[in-house]
């Protein structure tokens, strides 16, 4: 994969102008460790709405809490 090998805060760069679920999908395949470096990267509301999405995918939701 190629986000690993990047840099966070270029990585931040492309995943945050990303489609959120697949931003998200991104990041949680991820390391825990990889994976925050990158949202500390991002603007606060961006890092936040893609955790949002994180959420909801391990829960088995989709965005906005419909079942996926």
Partial sequence: ??????RPDA???QIA?????????ILAKLTPRTA???LNEMDAATAAALTDVMAGLAAGTK????PG
């Fill in 36 to 38: 925050s470096a990158i």
């Fill in 17 to 25: 102008v990303m489609d959120p679920e697949a931003a998200a999908a």
């Fill in 1 to 6: 994969a190629i986000y690993p090998q990047m």
């Fill in 11 to 13: 990585a931040a760069g």
């Fill in 63 to 66: 965005a906005g809490g419909q």
